[in-house]
């Protein structure tokens, strides 16, 4: 039986630097089945940073509504985690950081904006594209530095929202920032400012997510999440019945 929580983590932040923040079972990305399965081996405490929606079919807001309904305290941020927790915090689940709370109130609405294409488990899933959250970040912090100005900073998020989600990378954004009106001067500045100033937003909230399960294990609330209840009744349908089958054929980590 897990004892410790359940962190489903990826190409946001390594599991050995993770495991310095809170001590938790590090699994994948999460996957359709995967929270079902993670209660299932007795976790009640969840964290949801990096999820599949490509590779496999996505965790389902059916299986964590099953299980916050079991007892099970589940949080997000960053990424995947991020975008459920801003669509159920209505229903139990716990959202923390920027991300999540740019998609509660609606400042970010697409899935691409914590899309990242990265590499295999063997090699630590490491992200081969930026974060559309991350570029915009970024900007925001160069244009307070006063590295660029707003004109500049709005014409760089939108040629970097333009692009496909695997194609999105500081060089190619600066290699076609000229094309979109940028001035030389301020793609030279954003270039040398770049390597000290780039804001990593998805790692940050991953990191305050752990800090935020570290403490609540450490003040014992996981324990009474079962005396809780739920404000919604759990109905069984054909798309949960798909999850106990995944769950069901797919062993423990």
């Known amino acids: 039986m897990t004892v410790r929580p359940v962190v489903f983590l990826g190409p946001t932040l390594p599991a050995h630097a993770a495991a310095r923040v809170l001590d938790a079972d590090y699994r994948p990305p999460a996957a359709r089945g995967d929270v079902h399965r993670a209660v299932r081996d007795g976790a009640r405490m969840i964290g949801i940073v990096d999820g599949y929606f490509r590779q496999a079919p996505a965790v389902l807001h059916k299986e964590i509504l099953w299980a916050i309904a079991e007892g099970a305290q589940v949080s997000g941020a960053a990424s995947m985690g991020a975008l459920r927790a801003a669509e159920l915090d209505e229903f139990g689940m716990t959202g923390v950081g920027w991300v999540y709370r740019a998609f509660r109130d609606g400042r970010l609405t697409g899935d691409d904006e914590v899309a990242v294409a990265h590499g295999p488990a063997a090699a630590g899933y490491p992200a081969i594209s930026e974060a559309m959250v991350n570029i915009r970040r970024t900007l925001a912090a160069a244009a307070r530095a006063g590295v660029i100005g707003p004109e500049a900073r709005a014409r760089l998020a939108a040629a970097a929202k333009a692009l496909y989600y695997p194609d999105r990378s500081w ?21 040398a400012w770049l390597p000290e100033g780039r804001v990593d937003r998805k790692r940050a909230d ?42 069901a054929a797919a062993p423990s980590p």
Request: charged share 25%; proline share 0%.
């Open 171 to 191: 060089d190619r954004l600066l290699d076609t920032a000229c094309g979109c009106g940028v001035a030389r001067e301020a793609v030279a500045a954003l270039e």
């Open 206 to 247: 991953a990191l305050v997510l752990l800090e935020h399960m570290a403490a609540v294990a450490a003040d014992g609330a996981a324990d009474g999440a079962a005396s809780r209840r739920v404000a919604y009744a759990f109905e069984h349908t054909v798309f949960w019945q798909d999850v106990l089958d995944r769950a």
